[in-house]
Nanobody, 123 residues
Framework: VQLQASGGGLVQAGGSLRLSCAAS????????MGWFRQAPGKEREFVAA????????YYADSVKGRFAISRDNAMHTMYLQMRTLKPEDTAIYYC?????????????????WGQGTQVTVSS
């Protein structure tokens, strides 16, 4: 599975962005999916995950209530809707898929990674 993330950019604090991640090859309809981020000088951290089998969603405490993960199997695309953005959300965001949800939740050890898209939130 090859993943292509897009949708990053520069936004003011309080604004919104929607990240997309498309499978450019392969079909990830039977994969769990998620998002990670890495800020300058910090370790890569878990942001959100979605179980393909149950539809359950999981979020880091820092983004709960502000971010929403979703998928469109027909379009082979996953999304991360980000609202009420804060300067501390500034990071490179990576999409991932894995057949084992635990690999995503324990992160960052997922099998497949997108190339990352930069999100910058100005104060």
């Amino acid at each position: 599975v090859q993943l292509q993330a897009s949708g990053g950019g520069l936004v003011q604090a309080g604004g919104s962005l929607r990240l997309s991640c498309a499978a450019s090859s392969g079909d990830f309809s039977n994969y769990h999916m998620g998002w990670f981020r890495q800020a300058p000088g910090k370790e890569r951290e878990f942001v959100a995950a979605l179980s393909w089998s149950s539809g359950s969603t999981y979020y880091a405490d820092s983004v709960k209530g502000r971010f929403a993960i979703s998928r469109d199997n027909a379009m082979h695309t996953m999304y991360l809707q980000m609202r009420t953005l804060k300067p501390e959300d500034t990071a490179i965001y990576y999409c991932v898929v894995d057949r084992d949800l635990g690999d995503i939740l324990r992160g960052p050890v997922a099998d497949y990674w997108g190339q990352g898209t930069q999100v910058t939130v100005s104060s």
